[in-house]
């Protein structure tokens, strides 16, 4: 399926690794122009030297801290108006909440809930003016079905999710969607920082750990990232104007709900 989106323009956050640089992959082949956004330079840059040379398509990287206003400041004046924006951060620690103090609330609020409503707010004007927008965060399955010690995820995920709930349903009569992703769990080093916690806790090696949570997967499986890079660039397609609010759980059928 051709998705529309040859010539359109991309911010995607966190995209140096894992599921950020795979919805930059699944972009890139649909000849999309991407600014790839994260903090290491040297991770970045081998990132999209990769991307380039498999894709051929236009890859600028940003070298920034998306969580703080320089950092956004520095990667909109790279990219002021784009077509489609991904935004993605590594979720915080995992732990104890009673260990928790105000600093590590307002870090886990930073990275989760506000800067994606920075940039946010910062491009979806011109995408309605265009005419055209498309707008993924990628959050976490613990939105759905939380994770005990995953609470600073939780919360902060949790209201970026409130907060597109609303804002979703005003954007679309101008072909402006605004989707959340949900990932299970993935086969990407965010998954072994989030198991080697659960190790820990547990007295327990990683392998076993991982494996544990491997077989409990009705899938049998983690998640391929380059799965997910596809999910988002379809949500990013111009035949998907008539999705929007909405919030896809990938997880390989690991939530047992019907809703």
């Known amino acids: 399926m051709d998705l529309g989106l040859k010539g359109r323009s991309a911010i995607v956050c966190g995209a140096s690794r894992g599921l950020g640089r795979a919805c930059t992959e699944s972009l890139a082949r649909e000849g999309v122009n991407v600014v790839m956004a994260a903090r290491r330079p040297d991770v970045l840059e ?43 951060a590594g979720g915080p620690p995992p732990g104890d909440f009673r260990d928790w103090d105000r600093a590590a609330w307002i870090k886990a609020l930073d990275a989760n809930m506000l800067a994606p409503i920075e940039l946010i707010k910062a491009t979806v004007d011109q995408m309605i003016a265009r005419r055209f927008g498309r707008i993924v965060n990628i959050t976490s399955a613990a939105v759905k079905a ?53 190790a820990k806790a547990l007295g327990a090696t990683v392998d076993d750990v991982l494996d544990k949570r491997r077989q409990a997967s009705p899938a049998g499986r983690f998640g391929d990232p380059a799965e997910f890079g596809d999910a988002c660039a379809f949500l990013c397609a111009a035949q998907a104007g008539y999705i929007t609010g909405q919030n896809l759980l990938i997880d390989g059928g690991a939530f047992p709900g019907t809703l």
């Open 46 to 88: 081998r990132a999209a030297k990769e991307i380039r040379a498999a894709t051929g398509a236009a890859i600028k990287t940003a070298p920034v801290d998306v969580t703080t206003p320089e950092g956004r400041s520095v990667l909109l004046s790279m990219l002021p108006d784009p077509d489609i924006l991904v935004t993605n």
């Open 146 to 198: 939380p994770i005990d010690i995953l609470g600073l995820s939780n919360g902060a995920r949790a209201g970026l999710t409130g907060f597109v709930a609303g804002l979703a349903r005003q954007t679309v009569r101008h072909n402006v969607t605004i989707n959340n992703l949900l990932p299970g769990p993935f086969d990407t080093d965010r998954l072994r920082v989030t198991m080697e916690g659960q």
